[in-house]
């Protein structure tokens, strides 16, 4: 069982935390850079299949999360992995 000082004092814990927060924040900028893009182009202009595009990027908001993975396992079925 791991301490939380363990985390902080043993070298291994440490780096893998400092790994998952840099990845955490990398992550949040690149989608934040992305999604602005995005909404300026939805909102300034005009083009095909645009009211779809809202609807679909708009669609995982209005199930809950257990409901999205309820359908995941409907649609795929219950697989394992296999070893190689």
Do not use: C, N
Not at 3 to 25: A, C, G, N
Not at 30 to 52: D, G, H, N, Q, Y
Request: glycine share 4%; hydrophobic share 55%.
């Amino acid at each position: 069982m791991v301490h939380y000082t363990d985390i902080l004092t043993k070298p291994r814990y440490r780096e893998s935390l400092f790994d998952t927060i840099f990845l955490s924040v990398a992550v949040t900028l690149v989608t934040l850079a992305i999604s602005t893009l995005l909404s300026m182009v939805l909102v300034r202009w005009e083009f095909p299949l645009k009211k779809l595009y809202q609807a679909l990027i708009t669609f995982p908001l209005s199930f809950p999360g257990v409901v999205v993975g309820f359908m995941i396992i409907i649609l795929f079925g219950r697989q394992e992995l296999s070893p190689m």
